[in-house]
Nanobody, 120 residues
Framework: QVQLVESGGGLVQPGGSLRLSCVAS????????MGWYRQAPGAQRELVAG???????NYADSVKGRFPISRGNTSNMVYLQMNGLKPEDTAVYYC??????????????WGQGTQVTVSS
């Protein structure tokens, strides 16, 4: 099992920035990809960004160029730098972990989520 703990959510004005962090523990040898999903009120969960242990990334079109994803110096940390935030970015953001093989990503571990609210 892999446990994920997120931090860094909060309230920010439109155009502002936030940085989300996630640390994984447990059987981290079983994963080679981490990322972030989000779920807005009344909407389905959607992949925001993912990154493999080799550095391959995958982004939702809505956040490309605004939300760079990165990994820490150790393989069990991932960050999401959110810039140019818009009200439509308001959601609960979940850290995820799993595996990536070619173009297939499978995230089977989820954190508890952190709220991001973009409002003036």
């Amino acid at each position: 099992q892999v446990q994920l703990v997120e931090s860094g959510g909060g309230l920010v004005q439109p155009g502002g920035s936030l940085r989300l962090s996630c640390v994984a523990s447990g059987s981290i040898f079983s994963i080679n990809a981490m990322g972030w999903y989000r779920q807005a009120p009344g909407a389905q969960r959607e992949l925001v960004a993912g990154i493999t242990s080799e550095g391959t990334t995958n982004y939702a079109d809505s956040v490309k160029g605004r939300f760079p994803i990165s990994r820490g110096n150790t393989s069990n940390m991932v960050y999401l730098q959110m810039n140019g935030l818009k009200p439509e970015d308001t959601a609960v953001y979940y850290c995820v972990a799993g595996t990536s093989r070619g173009s297939t990503w499978h995230f089977n571990y989820w954190g508890q989520g952190t709220q991001v609210t973009v409002s003036s």
